[in-house]
T-cell receptor
Framework: GAVVSQHPSWVICKSGTSVKIECRSL??????MFWYRQFPKQSLMLMAT?????????EQGVEKDKFLINHASLTLSTLTVTSAHPEDSSFYIC??????????FGSGTRLTVV | ELKVEQNPLFLSMQEGKNYTIYCNYS?????LYWYRQDPGKSLESLFV?????AVKQEGRLMASLDTKARLSTLHITAAVHDLSATYFC????????????FGKGTRLSVIA
């Protein structure tokens, strides 16, 4: 089946540094990738939608200059958390639409900012 | 704006008992998804319900969809400890390449 590989699985970084999260579609072309954030014991909240070759669309309240999304190819989308702060600590999950009523999810990235 | 409401949000069940989780959504959609999430993990797809009246079963879990009532149910039969997890329902806004909107999730704990 369609697989999205997400890396890293977890990362710890210092405040003020940047962290890049990658999602690769392994056996299909992901025209669109969705990025979600999940705080402990909460649901998934959509951060942004990225389309290959164009600018991402951010949800209200998500800082586009802080959460940089790049979708330069049909198999790779990246989320960079810039100047990370402790409040950015969260579980980040990418998801690709498969068309015809299906979605596949990455394995998630646990970000801890210290 | 599409809204998805799940209830209950917390559920403690005894092993062997049956229970149902409900998922209501606010706008017309023919596609409803159920996922399981274990602590620290991503989502595991359980069911995709694509039409009114759809019913799917896998082991002790059965999901159904009533698009007219905008309601889906996830029924648990004879619960076992391994079913302890958080269950999410989700709806996509319309046909096409749109993101899923998730309910708040139901944290299920199955106790002996």
């Amino acid at each position: 089946g369609a697989v999205v590989s997400q890396h890293p699985s977890w990362v710890i970084c210092k405040s003020g540094t940047s962290v890049k999260i990658e999602c690769r579609s392994l056996d299909f072309q992901a025209t669109t990738m969705f990025w979600y954030r999940q705080f402990p014991k909460q649901s998934l909240m959509l951060m942004a939608t990225s389309n290959e070759g164009s600018k991402a669309t951010y949800e209200q309240g998500v800082e586009k200059d802080k959460f940089l999304i790049n979708h330069a190819s049909l198999t790779l989308s990246t989320l960079t958390v810039t100047s990370a702060h402790p409040e950015d600590s969260s579980f980040y999950i990418c998801s690709a639409s498969l068309g015809g009523g299906g979605y596949t999810f990455g394995s998630g990235t646990r970000l801890t900012v210290v | 704006e599409l809204k998805v409401e799940q209830n209950p949000l917390f559920l403690s069940m005894q092993e062997g008992k049956n229970y149902t989780i409900y998922c209501n959504y606010s706008t017309t959609s023919d596609r409803l998804y159920w996922y399981r999430q274990d602590p620290g993990k991503s989502l595991e797809s359980l069911f995709v319900l694509l039409s009114n009246g759809a019913v799917k079963q896998e082991g002790r879990l059965m999901a159904s969809l009533d698009t007219k009532a905008r309601l889906s149910t996830l029924h648990i039969t004879a619960a076992v400890h391994d079913l302890s997890a958080t269950y999410f329902c989700a709806v996509d806004g319309k046909s096409g390449n749109t993101p899923l909107v998730f309910g708040k999730g139901t944290r299920l704990s199955v106790i002996a």
